[in-house]
């Protein structure tokens, strides 16, 4: 015979099992429709300190769909790749605030900027940059100038600009702006006074 | 017992416990784990697809005893005046003027006063009557006073005479055509995959033929076969080459055609075929010709691209508006318009299918068509943007061949020239426009002047892209601008 401590325990375990199985399967839908808390993942203070300079980000307005050149004072470190990526940084923390003129996704950081002679630049972005994306010809587009453009019009002799998520290429940002080739950066210097001359 | 003789075997006290708790525990964790298995393993949620004249709908199907059973007021809601009455174990259902009484757990009811088997016990939860799916057979004939047909193995239900009905024929063209004659307008999913294309209606009360399988004799193309499953109807095309499938017709013929194999050489373009689907031409090891010959005549004068589609739904405007449907309805609206100012156009994506970027930019190039227009739809901003293309960096132009990634490059004068027109015509119509390149495929793959157009909204309410007038206002100034430039595009020449 099993001592009776035994087969109250069991008892008791048997009922929390079923009861936890009753329970799962009750929930199993709500649990699937719950949306998951957003990790926190803003970008954390630019990590240079020192002396500021001054440097123009070219920065999207969706209001009339152009890019407005804005001066801004931001630390810049002396190495050119750095120098890059602060540019870039910059520019997304903008974005990032609640009054941008530019709203792009929660969570969008600059993983990293190389710069690959001769005159290359690859611009890598983490993943939620893309999948967070407002989807649109126009409004990717002025995301893609907007950040070539700023990175490039303060880093001379640069050529090409490639920019990959999370390390690797994709086809498009979100759905229409062309992330499969290196951008010229003359033509999007081209693009970039288009866009800045208004509708 | 089995645990009295583990404590015989084991002698004392202390291991004999050890092993009831050993013999709990095991218990314990096989039924965590079968709960598991359980839970993980439950089936998706099934539906019921019903066809009427009045709407095509689905409703949910829910398990009770191990039977399917559906809500008889969900089914009938969306066909009429309905409400239920509950009273104690009695529920009074009144349809129109029809009144039918349900007890719960009887396995009959009364439909106006006569007897109807249910066929399982008739349920009643939260007010809500609940049938045998089966039970429907019986039930409705009496309730709508018409003919009904259940398809329950497959959960679809035909009310009335709603039937679509198909016949398949082979044309034997070179590459041969398979073509699906519809007794009424369908937009299938279309789904490629090698061997087989599969047509999805889900939304199409389509019946089957009178041999589940129809064979054609077709090395290319040797079979066809319908199913039902899940509330849904499949063609499946048993393939042996690569095959596309395009709509004409209004959507009432859907043709299967064989798509040329890839060249591997930097071969001249051949001469446009003379039917729509076999107007392709693959890339040629990532190269396009440079010259379109000058004596080509163009099937389509233009080509009309629903961008997205299928599984690529574009930008969702808002939460019942696809950017792949506005491009189907404006692509649709702009044909209309080029074809009543004497046009010849074609639109790429005539139904809700997947069309890969290389096909579109293909079946332009071969085609020689004067004008490639896509379409796209946007929440953001307001207005219209007409777009040309922004070429990528560098290219790989060998001798006379252009590189794929910018095969737009001898084309791009006749493209602005066009993007200016088409911008001229919609300001003139008092529509905020903004022309400008953009890094947009396909128009870098396009040998032949090509532009963008993505619409966008003049207000605030995104809906207002699906808004006909809205559409029509767009579509027109693109085909005037375009039919003002039909000499200039027929004639235009690469300028390299």
Known sequence: MIPRHLQIALAVLLAAALGLSIYAWHVRKTVAATPVAPVDTRPLAPPVTGPTEK??????????GTLRAQPAQIPMPSGRQQRAEELARALISLYLDKNSPHVIGAGTEVRSVFLVDPGGVVIDMNGAFADSHRSGVLVEELTVASLIHTITANTPNILRVKILIDGKERETLAGHADLSSFYEVAAVDQLASQLQAGP | MAAGTH???RGPGTNSSRSDWR????????????????????????HLSVYSVAANYSVPIVQREGRDYVGLLEVLEPLGRVSGKTDGTRWRLRYNNVEANFTAGANRAQVMGRDADLGGKFVLENK?????????????????????????????????????????????DDPPRLVFHFSAPVNPSIANEPGALHMTFRREPLVGPASPTLTFGSKAMPSASYSESNGSAVVTVKTSV?????????????????????????????????TQTAAQNAPAANAAPANVPPAAVPHYFAVVDASHGGDDHGESLSSTLLEKDVTLALARSLRQELQSRGISTVVLRDSDANLPLDQRAIFA????????????????GHGVRVFTAMLPFGSDDHGPFRSWTTAQHDWLSPSQ???N?????????????????????????ITGPAIAVEVAPQGADANQVMAPDYQQLVTSAVATAIASLRDQLAGAQPQP
């Open chain 1, 55 to 64: 440097v123009v980000l070219y920065v999207a307005q969706d209001d009339d």
């Open chain 2, 7 to 9: 404590r015989r075997d």
């Open chain 2, 23 to 46: 013999y709990a525990g095991a218990t314990c964790i096989a039924l965590i784990l079968a709960s598991a298995i359980l839970v993980s393993g439950a089936p998706a949620e099934k």
């Open chain 2, 128 to 172: 809500r009557g609940l049938v045998p799916l089966g039970a429907l057979n019986s039930l409705l004939p009496r309730i709508l006073g018409g003919p009904v047909a259940l398809h329950e193995l497959s959960d679809r239900l035909f009310i009335g005479s709603v039937a679509t009905h198909f016949t398949a024929s082979l044309a034997s």
């Open chain 2, 242 to 274: 690569p095959v596309m499938a395009s709509f004409s017709n209004d959507g009432r013929s859907i043709t299967v055609a064989a798509t040329p194999a890839p060249q591997t050489g930097a071969a001249p373009t051949p001469a446009p075929p003379s």
């Open chain 2, 365 to 380: 190039n071969a085609d020689h068509a004067a004008i490639y227009i896509a379409l796209h739809a946007a929440s953001s």
């Open chain 2, 417 to 419: 020239s066009t993007a």
């Open chain 2, 421 to 445: 027109a088409v911008a001229g015509e919609l300001q003139k119509r008092q529509l905020p426009v903004k022309n400008v390149a953009a890094p947009l495929r396909p128009l870098n793959n």
